[in-house]
């Protein structure tokens, strides 16, 4: 079975950075497609980005492009999200993913970790 376990979320102020990693475990099939996914308090949750095979096969979501950045180190099964400039509304539960093929939806990926509360907050 295919494990993935986030880590890097806290509190931060307004402005403020943070990096996410996720660390997968059990994966035996290459490099496979990675996504983050967020939820933030009485919202559904919501697609942030995704990366496959190469670090050049990535997307960002069109709202956040620009302030977050999802790379990926293979050889240690890693994935990252940096996030910069955050903002109250990016409050939320970020997890992340695996999946078969590069999606931005949630149905789509069959592997999931058990999230980390990221906090946004004067």
């Known amino acids: 079975q295919v494990a993935l376990k986030e880590s890097g979320g806290g509190l931060v102020q307004p402005g403020g950075s943070l990096q996410l990693a996720c660390e997968v475990s059990?994966?035996?099939?290459?490099?496979?497609?990675l996504a983050w996914f967020r939820q933030g308090p009485g919202k559904e949750r919501e697609f942030v980005a995704n990366i496959g095979f190469s670090e050049t096969d990535q997307y960002v979501a069109d709202s956040l492009r620009g302030r977050f950045t999802i790379s990926r180190a293979n050889l240690r099964n890693t994935v990252f999200l940096q996030m910069n400039s955050l903002k109250l509304e990016d409050t939320g539960v970020y997890s992340c993913?695996?999946?078969?093929?590069?999606?931005?939806?949630?149905?789509?990926?069959?592997?999931w970790g058990q999230g980390t509360q990221v906090t946004v907050s004067s």
């Open positions: 993913a695996a999946g078969a093929y590069m999606s931005v939806l949630a149905s789509d990926y069959n592997y």
């Open positions: 059990g994966w035996t099939v290459g490099d496979a497609p």
